[in-house]
């Protein structure tokens, strides 16, 4: 009698334990799902991985293809960085030729610049500051920009801004790379292209409207 209850004891136990244990493995396959997993070969996931951040955490198809946009989006702004950026630099020779009372010629790649003093000046530049005598010479972002900024000094901290946020981005984007994901190395190489055709288009356009300052 003492051994039948002791069995049913010891069964009871063993009972208990094993229900314990399996809720265990289930909060533990719960908790995995969660878990960020990392890839260090090529692979075609479409869910379970973390894109950078934790908080970039891929659980699902649908935001496996948002972040395939979102990464396309960052590789075009990269390519429209760059694109801004020549932009400012143009600029900044423009008011420094203007702020210097410098003219500028070049007739052709052959001939060397010639300058010419003129007054100098120190405020932002107005419109009848032009290289040549001609308007349409601006630099193309002065178009848009802020008078107050059209200044050489200020122009170089917008500069360096873009510069700064043009290599923050390249390396957000050497991160996504290091997913070894298809789907999201696709997208960024993508999001490059189409970037390279806009700009390269932007520039073609502009030039031939003769509103670039060379």
């Known amino acids: 009698m003492d051994h039948a209850m002791m069995h ?3 069964a009871g136990m063993d009972g208990h334990a094993g229900h314990d244990m399996s809720m265990h493995e289930v909060h533990q396959g719960h908790g995995s799902m969660d878990m960020c997993r990392m890839a260090m070969v090529w692979n075609t996931d479409t869910k ?3 894109v950078v951040f ?6 699902t198809e649908r935001q496996m293809l948002v972040s395939c946009v979102l990464v396309c989006l960052f590789a075009f702004a990269y390519e429209w960085l760059k694109l801004a950026l020549r932009r400012v630099d143009e600029a900044v020779a423009h008011t420094e030729a203007a702020h210097n009372g410098t003219l500028l010629y070049r007739a052709s790649d052959d001939v060397p610049m010639r300058t010419r003093s003129g007054p100098r000046r120190v405020m932002p530049l107005v419109h009848d500051d032009a290289l040549e005598g001609d308007v349409s010479k601006h630099s193309v972002i002065l178009r848009v920009m802020p008078r107050t900024l059209q200044t050489p000094a200020r122009l170089r901290m917008v500069s360096t801004v873009l510069y700064g ?11 996504v790379m290091m997913t070894y994901n298809a789907w999201l190395l696709g997208a960024l190489v993508i999001g490059a292209m189409i970037g390279a055709s806009y700009t390269r288009h932007v520039r ?9 300052c060379h």
């Open 165 to 175: 946020a043009q290599v923050s981005l390249s390396c957000f984007l050497m991160l």
């Open 54 to 59: 934790k908080s970039w955490h891929v659980r």
């Open 204 to 212: 073609t356009a502009v030039g031939e409207s003769g509103a670039v």
């Open 48 to 50: 379970g991985m973390c």
């Open 8 to 10: 049913h004891d010891m």
